[in-house]
């Protein structure tokens, strides 16, 4: 007699909010639940999703970053890995913070058209709780939430993510309890040592202009270091180079969207700029950019339905220092956030700026000396012009028009990666295009998960 194999389905947890500006960190809630579910038999589809949102949106904690993960389940299963879930969330939640807000909720089967869509305007938008919870009541969503709303727009926002175009992984090694909030015992020079010897598979391990090591956080958080790339392979053996001065309590692979500049697909007319939003203007310089103090560059650009002032800071670098040369009527593509000023106004704070067509400048001068090639000079009203070098008259005393050198050229202009938002794709990466781009089969995909948790539980 044959025997049936129990169904499977498609099992999605989406987490959001369970850190403060004080501490916590939302990747180590993700990375504890999923290491606990697979050490319970259950069965992983992929790695963890990690899902930067809209950077703009003013109350974030730190990345904005949302959590799911994905699993193949039987039907009796689901009850014992929701309550798992909800569990791992309390405690790893700081509630004692009034701006943490941890949301749990759990999609079972496909995730609906739907969800997408409400995850892709979450990059660039914002969404409100009162959406939120129509979109989970619309698709099914279950929704846990442990204190207050907040944390749902982004729970269900990681479990709709799109990863089927650009994508990244990132790996990242956790602290041990009794050192967070003390100096991370990163080894710069092997950093740097790994960043030469992983270019082009991992991005964004050092700042090319300084140095500096940009791996480590700040924060009083769990996080020790993370290792931005293009496939697991290549971020867990750029991981292996690195030397450490303190114990690491566990590590995680996540697959993300840092990098991508997902936060960048809206292009909008000026006349439908709204605060917050992530955003394209195209557009043609219509003020002359002029220099505020600390360094900015602010100018304004202006499309068919109206104007807008755009803001390129000193940290910008490049971008900064071309905003400056523009001059009325270049051809502009501008990408970053919208930011409100009183009385109303509006700034676009400049992220990317892509020049895209120069206009001529032109000045008047007066001519050059017919025998030795020198600049003439004015003998004085109505006197003619006189040769500065060989004192050769001329009876030409009109002045001439030259066109000016321009400073710049067309191309597109980012911050240097000490300035990078978890979402700006670096240079780097411009010529990568998923998912032809290191393509992971299914097979490699389950033996680099049970190798990274057998991993994982062996340093925890």
Known sequence: METLLPVQTEFHIGIDDTDSRLGGCTTYTAALLFQELVSKGFKPVDFPWLVRLNPNVPWKTRGNGALSLHFSLEEEQLQEVKKIAVAVVERTSDLSQRSTDPSVVFLKGRTPSQLVEFSIRALHDILSVREARHIADAVGVETHLLKGSRGLVGALASVGADFSGDHTFEIIAYRTPENIGTTRRVNHDSVRRMDAMFRGLTFNNVDPETGRVLICPH???????????????????????????EPIERTMIFKTNQGTDAHLGCHRTIDALQPYQSTVVVGRVSDAPRILRGGHVIFRTSDET?????????????????????????????????????????????EKLEVTALVDVFRWENPRCSRCGSRCESMGKGQG?????????????????????????LGVYRPPPRAHRHLTKPASRDRIHRPTFFETSEASIGQTLESLVSISVASS
């Open 385 to 409: 012009l006189r040769c500065k070098k060989c004192k050769t008259h001329l009876s030409k005393t009109s002045r001439v028009q030259t066109t000016d050198h321009r400073k710049i050229s």
């Open 219 to 245: 924060g009083p958080d769990p996080v020790l270091f993370g290792v931005r790339g293009e496939d697991p392979a290549s971020v867990a053996r750029a991981f292996g180079q690195i030397t450490v001065g």
């Open 306 to 350: 109206g104007s807008v002032d755009c803001a390129a800071y000193n940290a910008t670098g490049s971008v900064r220092e071309t905003a400056f040369q523009l001059t009325l009527g270049d051809s502009v593509t501008i990408s970053g956030g919208i930011r409100s000023r009183p009385p109303g106004e509006l700034t676009l704070n400049v």
